[in-house]
């Protein structure tokens, strides 16, 4: 079975630049989720969608980041105008609903110099 | 936020169990208890979860205390593989709050 796959894996820009990144979820699952891991700390949920609607988006700095997940399937995640404090990895989750074991992406990994 | 205290870090023997705690002495009567972990460079991997009575999979078992206010999480035999960061989080088991709050966790190293 397919996991969670994300792009671009690395990513580095400069700060005040535009940046986005991409998640598909397992097939099927209707739940999707951007977390925000920091180097040193446990993810931050940023986002949870339920199909192409959104469930939580309390924690996501709305004047910067954005994200959309068109059709209910893959989704993606933007970041403008990037800021150095972003610098941190992207990880995209999906559930089949919304209760049950969350898989987790590789992430995406940026850099905001 | 994160309702759990776990130790920050953890060595371990290869082939011995290791044996991780949690504290979650304010847990609610309907939240479970998960535990992920993270090994460098991946994303977190769920590896259990329990309400109240000990489970046990092919990962890992996972003893709660009668109170429900701490637990562990045992690797019977510990390879270099575990070597990971482990979160153990409470969450409660209804729909609409799936998110998971992850904490610090606990660094385990398994040493050869």
């Known amino acids: 079975e397919a996991g969670v796959a994300q792009s671009p894996r690395y990513k580095i820009i400069e700060k005040r630049q535009s940046v986005a990144f991409w998640c598909n979820p397992i097939s099927g699952h209707a739940t999707l989720y951007w977390y925000q891991q920091i180097l040193g700390q446990g993810p931050k949920l940023l986002i949870q969608f339920q199909n192409n609607g959104v469930v939580d988006d309390s924690q996501l700095p709305k004047d910067r980041f954005s994200a959309e997940r068109l059709k209910g399937v893959d989704s993606t995640l933007k970041i403008q105008p990037a800021k150095l404090e972003d610098s941190a990895v992207y990880l995209c989750?999906?559930?089949?609903?919304?209760?049950?074991?969350?898989?987790f992406g590789e992430g995406s990994r940026l850099t905001v110099l | 936020d994160a309702k759990t205290t776990q130790p920050p870090s953890m060595d371990c023997a290869e082939g011995r169990a290791a044996n991780l705690p949690c504290n979650h002495s304010t847990i609610s009567g309907n939240e479970y208890v998960y535990w992920y972990r993270q090994i460098h460079s991946q994303g977190p991997q769920y590896i259990i979860h329990g309400l109240k009575n000990n489970e046990t999979n092919e990962m890992a078992s996972l003893i709660i205390t009668e109170d429900r206010k701490s637990s562990t999480l045992i690797l019977p035999h510990a390879t270099l593989r575990d070597t990971a960061v482990y979160y153990c989080?409470?969450?409660?088991?209804?729909?609409?709050?799936?998110?998971?709050?992850f904490g610090t966790g606990t660094r385990l190293t398994v040493i050869p």
């Open positions: 989080i409470v969450r409660p088991y209804q729909t609409g709050a799936n998110n998971l709050f």
């Open positions: 989750a999906s559930s089949f609903g919304r209760i049950g074991e969350l898989f």
